[in-house]
């Protein structure tokens, strides 16, 4: 009696979330909701209005979702150029080789030619913090670049030593100009406003980009540039006030998310998020009361044409995201039933990765789609650990790639966050490559492909000293031996500290050392998509006529495919593992979009489970061959690490053991 | 002592002097003074009564004459009266504190100045089990795929605590006039997990970890400033790192800190008082001792209460009590001698806090009739000068706490009860924070330490660098440490129903056993830091069991072995690992051996 009427009120209880639940999953793929031009000035003007107020001039720019790039607005006076600048490396000096993107000038006037320096157009930094605040936000979370600032240092929180890294260290560099899934651009185009679009300087993490929503669905971003810098904040324990976030929270008030959905409503290891450090109550103007766009517009500043982003300086409505121009759309063919997912499709609404058989001949297209199915059917059963309310199930993008690379399936839950659309994917080819016994070689082969742009600018890094450090580290096997990284196993080598967080150590062999290191010097990762992006960056300012090729790293090609084993870049924060077919290494099976831990889970879970599903010898790495049994200096490496509590309707703790 | 008085009323006697100086204060044997009162009775005297005499004795005129006293033949050199006894044979061992023992305070070592040496050796080993997380950047064994790692644990302590007093005055009759007190501590502890990082934060520094440390819980000087009345109500004042409990229980402060104490009597002991101001010493993390090495802390207790004997009826004594806890750790950025940090808390937005708390409280102890009992009310009114849950700067502090233990004796078992309720905090995201909290708790109550739920410190897997419940604690308040973490008063909150006996099972042996219902009041802040929703409020059944041996009768030598076991419930296992190698449920063993001298 007592225990029915425990259950009783524990369903009771439970109404409410459930309830929450039904109504969430049909609104979030139903409600197409998209910033209409007018829209987008009343953002802008917003923006402006506080801008002006503050002195500050700025560079303003608008995304939709799937990070088209709406508009952008300079004002009179606004810096044109930005200095990339942690604050943390000493002197002033560029040298691509040593500090990466940190205090990056290029050069002005074509190479090699005319060695003027520059520093990197302001627009860039705003796109680039327009597209992370629509990325990274959902209909379950509405996170900032102050968010993702928090979550890229060397410490989470940063300032807490001996903690580990940041739970997404490394997402900065993910949807790079160079990716071969995120969509450009181009002018003419069917495909030119399908997403994800890629961003011109990966993720941000400078404060000032934030999301826009409408009726609570989330429908883009508004990043901006004022200070002159795009950098980073390294004390968060302080209240900023940044210029560049309180004039882009100007911009979106009557855009803003629910407040049940911020940041700092959304918890990772007990610690909350960051959405802004100041609120609407810090503005220095009532953005109600804004001049309108027409009257600002040419006067108080110029709408701008961004190469590789915009085909003039003007406005364009967003794409209301689920719908077919957008880019991502629901999945129709019930390929991947029970769970109905979204795919990616082009501008012909056409699937562009529907599941098929591997390029090496390994994987058939069958046991890809169960792979993709079962991670699916574990992250609806799962609980999201960065998702309100409260025992929603998780959102996320599934991706699997052969060893060559080559995407064999691709499928996301309605509502994952966009950014794990490529990160997924770069999760999977990082899992799939350094798993694979051909790693060393093909790493150290990229030497020859890099392309400095000669004196007097600096030369790039080169990446056959990160196998040399690896193979010291590790053992002279490592890379060529076939043991299986998974993404997490690779992530703690890329860390500026062995083991992660133990600042008195020395670095993971695939980081940079922590008196250079910053998020933007992080190591082998940046090292391998530094020229693409300087190239790119060279584009937009008209100096190189030809935009960076599709395919970011300097990795030969494989003959399968064309393109390196890992052209959108490597990810080296957890989410991903190695599949195998009875025994031999078959691919990559990557997931981006939750927390780490439910990304590890459903990653390893969906491996685990499509092999049971299919029988036919798929599934995870043998146990022996697996990352966590190296020890490399004394301390092992992990594999994967399942979450607490991983679903919402089972008492289960131990999801991951023994399998 | 008693027979001092008899034997200084002879020696004064031999000589005329001395006689002439007593004469006031000692009556004369009858026979020798004016002998029509007779002998007085001997009997206790107190402050007011009137002597009583026997019927006086006829002398009877034709009776040898007594000795004369000042005849040199019966003069017997006595080297001072705390030596009498040594004069009659009965020479003190040093070793022995239960007879006349100089380095026990029995004698002085110079004019009326006192030593007290008290030496103790209290020593653990206590193999646990309590839910521990696998290090997040290295595991210990290959194929650690989960957040839940091995449990179990085990505790080496030893503490070898030395107290010097130094005590001005007739320690018989009347409180001294000055003590002195010093009490280092040494300390060895060790521990072994089976775990990486969680003994040290960084994980390449093993599972096992011994430590060793000096502290310093007494250092006081306590001067008697005066007495107020005939039976020695009186006026003092400590100065110096002192005990100190804010109640009967150790509910809200029980600690030795640095203070200065204003405390007194008045109207025959009926009325007790403290006036008293704390600041709290750092804590060695793995000691628990008083670390003077490090800067004083910056939170201070404000502390007045008064103890009302016999009210409201014989045998029960009230208590009222202010207390204000006075925190500006703000700019503190704290971190333990294991590299985990203490403050701020490693929890929600974790941007640095001060805080004001008043706590308004209400203590009873003693029987009614049969029927004993004892109460403890506190309510917590305060701000906190930011919420680290909702970000609210200024947030106000609202919670409350009451327990009462009942128990009646029936010869040699006593049955006791054991009620709890401490708030919670029912909306992380208000302005207002109405989970209890203490200072530093150290609750006597419903099986202490031989409970698993107070003894053990459960670690909130996944929901920030916090503890569920501290060891040596009863509230699940959330915070970094007991020891050296901040108060917080966004917690869960708590009830515990307990029952538990004390058997006398011989004079030598006490078994004791607690069987308490533990849950907590509302889980919201613990959904929130999970981010995890419907956290079901049961944390299960708590069962312990104590067998305390005393093998001389005396309590210095005792020894005391204790198992409890943790039977989860559902909101237990919400949160962590229960049911996994057949294992569901959390352990606790207790091995204790006290010798004192």
């Known amino acids: ?659 | 002592m008693q027979w001092f008085r008899s034997l200084t009323v002879v020696s004064l006697l031999l000589t005329p002097l001395a006689a002439e100086a007593g004469k006031e204060r000692f009556s004369l044997p009858a026979g020798y003074g004016t002998g029509n009162k007779g002998v007085e009775v001997a009997q206790q005297r107190r402050p007011g009564s009137q002597p009583r005499y026997q019927a006086p004795v006829e002398i009877d005129p034709d009776a040898v004459p007594p000795p004369n006293p000042n005849l040199p033949q019966d003069f017997i050199p006595i080297p001072d009266r705390w030596r009498l006894i040594e004069a009659v044979g009965v020479n003190e061992k040093w070793w022995d504190p239960y007879n006349q023992n100089t380095l026990k305070g029995d004698r002085p070592i110079f004019d009326d100045w006192f030593v007290n040496i008290v030496v103790i050796s209290d020593t653990i080993y206590e193999p646990r089990t309590f839910p521990i997380p696998v290090g997040i950047q290295t595991t210990k064994r290959a194929g650690s795929l989960d957040t839940f790692g091995d449990t179990s644990t085990e505790v080496f302590n030893t503490n070898l605590i030395t107290s010097l007093q130094f005590i001005k005055g007739n320690t018989a009759y009347k409180p001294p006039d000055y003590e002195i007190r010093i009490t280092p501590v040494f300390n060895y502890n060790k521990v072994w997990a089976d775990e990486l990082r969680v003994l040290r934060i960084q994980p390449e520094r093993g599972d096992e970890r011994s430590d060793r440390f000096i502290g310093w819980q007494e250092l006081f000087l306590d001067y008697h400033i005066r007495n107020v009345s005939d039976r020695y109500d009186f006026d003092s004042i400590r100065v110096g790192i002192q005990p100190f409990s804010t109640d009967f229980r150790g509910f809200l402060f029980q600690d030795n800190q640095a203070g200065i104490r204003l405390f007194g009597t008045r109207d025959n002991n009926i009325f007790q008082y403290n006036l008293a101001y704390f600041r709290k010493l750092e804590k060695d993390t793995n000691s628990g001792l008083n670390d003077l090495t490090e800067d004083i802390r910056d939170d201070e207790l404000f502390i007045a209460n008064l103890y009302w004997q016999d009210m409201p009826v014989l045998g029960f004594v009230s208590q009222a009590t202010v207390v204000h806890n006075r925190n500006r750790e703000k700019d503190n950025f704290y971190f333990n001698n294991n590299g985990f940090l203490e403050r701020p808390a490693s929890l929600g937005d974790e941007r640095q806090r001060d805080y004001d708390v008043t706590y308004f409280g209400f203590n009873g102890d003693g029987h009614f009739g049969r029927f004993n009992l004892t109460v403890s009310g506190y309510y917590a009114f305060g701000k906190d000068s930011h919420n680290v849950f909702s970000g609210v700067e200024d947030s106000d502090i609202r919670a409350w706490f009451v327990a009462a233990e009942p128990s009646v004796d029936f010869s040699w078992i006593r049955i006791r009860g054991s009620l709890m309720y401490a708030s919670g905090d029912d909306d992380p995201f208000d302005d207002r924070e109405e989970g209890f909290d203490a200072p530093f708790e150290n609750p006597q109550f419903a099986g202490a330490d031989t409970s698993y739920w107070i003894r053990q410190t459960i670690p909130l897997i996944g929901g920030g660098g916090v503890i569920l419940s501290g060891r040596n604690a009863m509230f699940p308040a959330l915070r970094s440490s007991k020891e050296q973490g901040q108060s917080n008063f966004n917690n869960p909150g708590l009830t515990l129903i307990g029952l538990g006996t004390d058997i006398d099972i011989t004079p030598e042996i006490r078994l004791s056993t607690n069987f308490n219902r533990l849950d907590f009041v509302d889980t919201a802040s613990l959904e929130f830091l999970r981010n995890q929703g419907e956290i079901d409020e049961g944390i299960g059944w708590d069962l312990s069991a104590a067998l305390i041996w005393r093998p001389l009768f005396i309590q210095n030598i005792v020894f005391r072995l204790s198992g409890a076991v943790l039977l989860p419930d559902q909101g237990f296992k919400d949160l962590y690992r229960v049911n996994d190698d057949s294992e569901d449920f959390f352990y606790s063993v207790l091995a204790n051996m006290v010798l004192t001298y």
Not at chain 1, 104 to 122: D, E
């Open chain 1, 1 to 659: 009696m007592i225990a029915f009427a425990r259950r009783l009120v524990q369903g009771l209880r439970a109404l409410p979330a459930a309830l929450a639940l039904l109504m969430l999953a049909p609104a979030v793929a139903d409600a197409q909701e998209n910033l209409t031009v007018a829209e987008v000035q009343t953002v802008i003007a917003q923006a402006a209005a506080e801008a002006t107020a503050r002195g500050m001039p700025a560079t303003i720019a608008v995304t939709d979702r799937v990070g088209n790039v709406l508009g952008v607005f300079r004002m009179t006076g606004a810096p044109d150029a930005m200095r990339v600048v942690s604050g943390r490396t000493v002197g002033l000096g560029f040298d691509f080789a040593r500090f990466g993107l940190d205090n990056l000038i290029v050069p002005l006037g074509g190479i090699p030619a005319i060695p003027t320096l520059r520093l990197v157009p302001t627009e860039l930094g705003a796109i680039a913090k327009a597209v992370t605040g629509a990325y990274l936000s959902s209909g379950g979370n509405a996170f900032t670049t102050r968010t993702a600032n928090q979550i890229v240092q060397e410490n989470f929180n940063v300032g807490e030593l001996g903690q580990p890294s940041g739970p997404l260290f490394g997402v900065q560099f993910s949807q790079l100009p160079c990716s071969d899934l995120s969509s450009r651009f181009i002018g003419g185009n069917v495909n030119d406003f399908i997403g994800p679009k890629r961003s011109p300087l990966g993720l941000a993490a400078d404060p000032g980009g934030l999301p826009l929503y409408k009726n609570g669905v989330p429908v883009g971003g508004i990043g901006v540039l004022a200070d002159g810098e795009y950098g980073i904040d390294p004390v968060i324990t302080d209240v900023d006030e940044s210029d560049d976030e309180m004039i882009a929270l100007a911009g979106t008030r009557g855009f803003e998310p629910p407040v049940d959905i911020m940041a700092n409503r959304i918890t990772v290891e007990g610690k909350t998020l960051r959405f802004t450090d100041k609120g609407m109550s810090a503005l220095r103007t009532d953005p109600g009361n804004a001049p309108a766009f027409a009257a600002i517009n040419g006067t108080v500043g110029n709408l701008i044409m961004v190469r590789g982003y915009n085909a003039a300086a003007a406005i364009v409505r967003g794409r209301a995201f689920g719908t077919p121009e957008s880019g991502v759309r629901p999945e129709t063919t019930g390929i991947y039933a029970p769970t109905q997912p979204f795919v990616l499709v082009d501008g012909n609404n056409n699937n562009r990765y529907p599941p098929r058989a591997g390029t090496d001949g390994i994987l058939t297209a069958a046991e890809a789609t169960e792979f993709v199915r079962q991670a699916l059917k574990i992250a609806f059963a799962g609980r999201a650990q960065i998702r309100r309310p409260l025992n929603s199930f998780i959102q996320v993008t599934v991706s699997l790639v052969d060893t060559n690379g080559a995407i064999l399936a691709l499928a996301r839950t309605p509502d994952g966050p966009m950014f794990g659309t490529d990160v997924s994917l770069q999760k999977a080819r990082t899992a799939a490559f350094f798993s694979n016994p051909v790693a060393a070689a093909a790493l150290r082969a990229a030497d020859a492909n890099i392309t400095d742009l000669g004196a007097p600018f600096p030369n790039y890094a080169r990446i056959g000293p990160y196998v040399d450090a690896v193979q010291a580290f590790v053992g002279p096997t490592a890379l060529s031996d076939g043991i299986a990284f998974a993404d997490r196993s690779g992530g703690n080598l890329s860390r500026p500290f062995y083991p992660d967080g133990s600042q008195d150590n020395q670095p993971g062999p695939f980081s940079k050392p922590i008196g250079i290191w910053s998020p933007f010097n992080v190591g082998l990762q940046l090292d391998l998509v530094l020229p693409q992006v300087v190239t790119h960056i060279l584009f937009t300012l008209g100096i190189s006529p030809t935009d960076t090729p599709v395919g970011c790293t300097p990795l030969n090609p494989t003959l399968a495919t064309g393109l390196s084993q890992i052209p959108n870049g490597i990810q080296i924060f957890p989410g991903s593992v190695p599949v195998y077919k009875n025994g031999v290494l078959a691919g990559g099976l990557g997931v981006s979009g939750d927390g780490i831990d439910q990304d590890d889970m459903i990653s390893f879970l969906g491996a685990h489970k499509g092999g049971l599903a299919a029988n036919t010898g798929i599934g995870n790495a043998p146990a022996n061959i697996r990352a966590d049994t190296l020890t490399p200096q004394g301390t092992r490496l992990r594999y994967v690490n399942c979450p607490f509590k991983p679903f919402v309707d089972s008492d289960e703790q131990s999801p991951c053991k023994g399998k």
